[in-house]
């Protein structure tokens, strides 16, 4: 359990960690040339500077259409809703249903005992209270489900015989499950590109003050620095005339 937790939390951390350093080296070359009006390193960082902004507002306008498809349906008697794979974006399900990505996430749910937590409910618990969308897709089978002799002979969800009891099983291979995972990234996606877009606001104001600060950089470091007179005075000759 201790090893897919460790794994759970590099596969959210390392992107973000990554993503942190170069913005540390980034803003580290700003910061030498504002202060010490280095021309060069100023470049680099409005170029980096550039090419973050452009990179983060492509990934904003795709985290909003991606986003945009989803949500559960509601389940007739139930406080709780249901999620269908089928909902949400193609880009989101190919990646979701990836053996790669989905070992390491399935391992992450189970080492988080987030269905041990239904283990303890009643029928009327079922009934009456809410479940995430995780809970709801990997710790019960849908509820349109019947088990008893004369289901047999009825089609049902292809989940409903992915169903296990066993803790280690439960309905942790249905694309229910999938579509549950798929609704929380969704819906934190759609909170990071909100965020996004203030973050661009911020950028954009910071990459205009370096172009400014740029531009007094090499101003300092031309011959005539800003504020200096170039025109010079000619000094009259009185003794020409005599």
Known sequence: MARSSTSCENFFQTPLLVVGFVVLVISLA??????FHVAWALW???VIML?????LFALT???????????????????YKEYHLQRYSPWFTNRIKDTRYWTTIRSCII????????SVWTPLDYMQRDMS?????????????SYNEESVTITQ?????RWNNAATLLCYDCESCMAGVLENMRRDWHNISVLNVVVLVFLIGIYSIACCAFRNARRAQTDYPHGHNRMTKVKPRWDYYW
């Open 30 to 35: 700003g910061f030498i040339g504002a202060c």
């Open 44 to 46: 680099l960082y409005l």
């Open 51 to 55: 090419f973050l902004i452009a990179s």
């Open 61 to 79: 306008i795709f985290g909003f259409v991606v986003t945009d498809q989803g949500g559960g349906v509601e389940v007739p008697g139930r406080a």
């Open 111 to 118: 080492s988080s005992n987030t269905c041990s937590k239904l």
């Open 133 to 145: 969308p995780i809970q709801s897709g990997c710790c019960k089978p849908p509820t349109a489900c």
């Open 157 to 161: 969800d292809p989940d409903c015989y």
